[in-house]
């Protein structure tokens, strides 16, 4: 058993207050910062170091923001609309995973657009360390004490003492390591040439899955049995299945025999 009792500010220096919440952020700002340099020196992106910084600028920016959007919109209408000044307090949470993929995505189409570049090969490139800092994301919620799981009684459950004295599931690890596992099977995939579009697709499919599963153990309202993270999950699963059977069937063939 852990006890959660995470002090979620680590320094205040007169009205600057940071928190972990924004360091874990900046700290995934750092992470798709080297993964695209890597692939970059790798001849996989058609991008100056230069570009490659203003690329992450944007995507964070069209994260931060789709993120914000989709919570105040979809998860917390209510709250939000009574107090609307809260919607600009990102710092404290309250970021919504398929707000933030939405404005990633459009983020990353408006710069390809700019640029003239093939959007899917960048989006396949951005995918990996997208998923990677959706799962240090995760790691915010843990010291904000949001998003947490259901009573358990098991040797790695959390008491948030934020919320009550309950020993509940650790979500946020959860929702973390498999991300990470996502981001690690396609990193694995891509080390082959594929057709432009199937590694953010294939994303796109087994974060799906993985948040419909995951999201059994979190404590959240429900419609019809799944909440609303799960519904727009679904979403994400039928329109992946449906894109990669239509148009990367030799894609997924060649990773169902590990070609």
């Not at 209408?77 to 995505?105: A, C, D, R, T």
């Not at 087994?206 to 049995?225: A, F, N, P, Q, T």
């Not at 329109?239 to 990367?248: C, N, S």
Request: net charge positive; glycine share 8%; hydrophobic share 55%.
């Amino acid at each position: 058993m852990f006890v959660n009792n995470i002090n979620p500010t680590l320094l205040e220096l007169g009205f600057l207050e940071i928190r972990y919440y924004g360091l874990v952020y900046v700290l995934g700002a750092i992470v798709g910062l080297l993964v695209l340099q890597y692939y970059r020196k790798k001849g996989r992106l058609e991008l100056s170091k230069d570009e490659v910084w203003d690329l992450v600028f944007w995507l964070m920016v069209g994260l931060v923001v789709g993120a914000r959007v989709f919570e105040v919109v979809f998860f917390a209408p209510g709250y939000f609309f009574q107090n609307p000044l809260e919607i600009l307090k990102v710092w404290k949470g309250g970021m919504s995973f398929h707000g933030g993929f939405v404005g990633l995505v459009m983020a990353g189409y408006l710069y390809c657009r700019k640029k003239k570049l093939n959007f899917w090969k960048v989006a396949d490139i951005v995918a990996i360390p997208a998923i990677i800092v959706a799962g240090i994301g995760r790691l915010a919620n843990f010291t904000n004490s949001e998003f947490y799981g259901s009573a358990t009684n098991l040797p790695w459950c959390v008491v948030f003492k934020k919320i009550d004295e309950v020993c509940r599931h650790p979500y946020q690890i959860y929702a973390a390591l498999q991300r990470w596992a996502v981001g690690g099977v396609l990193a694995l995939i891509y080390r082959k040439e594929r057709k432009p579009g199937f590694i953010f697709w294939l994303m796109v499919l087994l974060e799906g899955v993985g948040r419909i599963l995951v999201d059994i153990v979190r404590v959240e309202s429900k419609y019809l049995y799944l909440s609303m993270g799960q519904w727009l999950s679904v979403v994400m699963v039928v329109v992946a299945v449906v894109i990669l059977l239509r148009w990367y069937k030799k894609d997924l063939k060649s990773i169902v025999y590990f070609k």
